[in-house]
């Protein structure tokens, strides 16, 4: 039995194998080509036409089409609503009251929320099919330092332990008559005294927790071992370079366009 | 032979006036086993991070005096170097798993990743070290998914598993339930019985009757009292601080009162001592 504390969900897909700096070079370049294209449905292309496709092959297209609905439909309406009603020049396509509705505002709020959907969606294929701590390991192994790779692996892992810990207090102080519910006023008083403890509190654990993995030598100088490493081919080491060049190529083009339109 | 010699260790936090430890002298021999009590506010903590180099390199500060640990002087040695000779835990188990590891296994690697020992090593020590904390069975678990208890072993693991010369433990069951607790002890006290030299602080004062070498008693920093268990723990110098008194030396304090408990006999601290002295009163 193992309780998932981080997004990754167990499997054995083609898509788990992968080298971690693979998928992590891919999720890279896809979120890129939807910022580079400059068309509107361009993001909507790659997460329908790539993330997708790769998503059911290594299993987790439920879960992770699950996650980005939940994630940004949120988003979604509100930049619909306020890039829709509030933003924009030109062809009015429609009015709400005293409010128009333009054409370039609602492009760009479906430019904008395709983008959000893209890089949740390439986020995502990476966390759900790759095992966080061997993501540390292939980064260290790159020669990125290890308390930067131990910040990123560790801060979703602790999540679920923040949560429990704002329930705790949000509990406690209840019980001390606090009212959290009511009108906005009444639950925006109720907030200093749950957050500082949170923050707090937090502060004790970070510090116990940096010396923690201090006694464990996290900061001794000299050469490292890794105990489980991910399997690496010759193939996949060619599509890491093709991708990076890709990417050099995005950026570069977007620049190009850059300099070419401001003349 | 002497592992840790401390002579006159002054030690004040950054930023505050009274100092942490004042003038404490403490010698430890190899093997021993000493047990450190004392109210909040007494220095135990500071006196384990001073064991194992936290203080000062991790903490900064103030610090007079020499502490030297395995013969090097913790000011002069990195914590690196430190580190792999003082094995340090504490209280709260959940802060001392990495949140890095995906099984208790990797878990109790760290530490040796960290400091380069070659793979096929690697599984030997991790093997060892599961056995003397009986968490075997548990090693391709989440390190979330376990109790306090078997967390808190975990953690003994992956501090054992680096071989430390002295093992310093603070609180390691304060958080723990009953249940918990004894299995923490009882792989602390297997440490002890296998030679390694361990200094433990700790409320419970009925068990370290049982299983301690000898007693510190910290009081503002400074050592009020060090000695025999049974002799420490139930000085007056102690109870007139207000320290927890065992409740069997509290209730053969209340007998001596009354002539209900042997005279000129020192007063117990565990059920044990407490069922002797009351049966020689019998008789």
Redesign the interface.
Same mark, same amino acid.
């Given at each position: 039995m193992t309780t998932s504390i981080s997004l990754y969900i167990p499997g054995d897909s083609g898509l788990h194998r992968l080298y971690p700096i693979t998928k992590l070079l891919l999720a890279l370049a896809l979120t890129l080509g939807g910022f580079i294209f400059p068309v509107t449905w361009a993001s909507y292309v790659i997460f329908l036409g790539i993330i997708l496709p790769i998503s059911i092959w290594g299993g987790i297209w439920k879960q992770m089409v699950w996650a980005v609905w939940k994630i940004v439909l949120p988003f979604a309406i509100s930049i619909f609503l306020i890039q829709g009603l509030f933003w924009g020049s030109g062809t009015v396509l429609f009015y709400i009251g005293p409010l128009s509705v333009e054409k370039d505002g609602i492009a760009f709020a479906f430019a904008s929320v395709g983008r959000i959907l893209l890089v949740i969606g390439s986020f995502l294929m990476l966390a759900m099919t790759t095992r966080p701590d061997l993501l540390m390991n292939a980064l260290a192994k790159l020669g990125i330092p290890g308390a930067i790779t131990y910040i990123v692996v560790t801060t979703i892992q602790i999540i679920p332990r923040f949560q429990a810990k704002a329930a705790t207090i949000i509990d406690a102080q209840r019980s001390r008559g606090l009212k959290t519910e009511g009108n906005f006023l009444q639950r925006a008083r109720s907030l200093t005294p749950l957050v500082l403890p949170l923050v707090l509190s937090s502060l004790v654990d970070v510090e116990e927790r940096a010396i923690a993995i201090e006694a464990r030598a996290f900061n001794a100088p000299g050469p490292k071992t890794i105990l489980i490493d991910s399997v690496d081919t010759q193939n996949q080491r060619i599509a890491r370079y093709i991708m990076v060049i890709i990417i050099i190529l995005m950026i570069g083009l977007r620049l190009w366009w850059l300099l070419t339109s401001a003349n | 032979m002497v592992v840790v010699d401390i002579s006159e260790l002054n030690y004040t936090y950054p930023a505050a006036v009274t100092p942490a430890l004042n003038g404490v002298s403490l010698q430890v021999e190899q093997g021993e086993f000493l047990a450190i009590v004392g109210n909040n506010g007494a220095g135990k903590s500071t006196l384990c991070?001073a064991l194992?180099g936290?203080v000062p390199h #991790?903490f900064k500060g103030r610090l007079h005096g020499k502490v030297l640990v395995t013969g090097l002087d913790t000011q002069k040695v *990195?914590? +690196?170097e430190l $580190?792999?000779r003082v094995?340090?835990?504490?209280q709260?188990p959940?802060?001392?798993i990495?949140?890095?590891? #995906?099984?208790v296994f990797?878990e109790i690697?760290?530490?040796?990743?960290?400091? +380069? $020992?070659?793979?096929e090593q690697?599984w030997k020590r991790i093997e060892t070290a599961m056995e003397l904390t009986g968490i075997t069975d548990l090693k391709?678990? *989440?390190p #979330? *998914?376990l109790s306090g208890g078997q967390q808190q072993r975990v953690?003994l693991a992956?501090?054992l598993v680096?071989e430390p010369k002295v093992l310093v433990l603070d609180e390691p069951t304060s958080q723990l339930d009953p249940v918990g607790s004894r299995e923490v002890f009882q792989v602390i006290k297997e440490m002890s019985e296998r030679g390694l030299t361990v200094i433990l602080v700790e409320h419970k004062v009925e068990w370290i009757a049982q299983y301690a070498d000898r007693v510190v008693a910290l009081h503002e920093g400074q050592i009020l009292i060090e000695g025999k268990p049974r002799d420490v723990l139930t000085s007056p110098l102690l109870s007139e601080r207000g320290f927890g008194l065992s409740r069997y030396t509290m209730a053969a304090r209340e007998a001596r009162e009354g002539k209900l408990w042997p005279a000129g006999l020192i007063l117990p601290v565990t059920l044990q001592e407490a069922v002797d002295g009351f049966s020689r009163q019998k008789k």
């Open positions: - | 991070y194992a936290f #991790y *990195s914590l +690196g $580190v792999i094995g340090l835990a504490f709260n959940f802060n001392q990495t949140g890095a590891k #995906y099984t990797e690697a760290f530490g040796l990743e960290n400091i +380069g $020992v070659p793979r690697m391709d678990r *989440s #979330y *998914s953690a992956s501090i680096m």
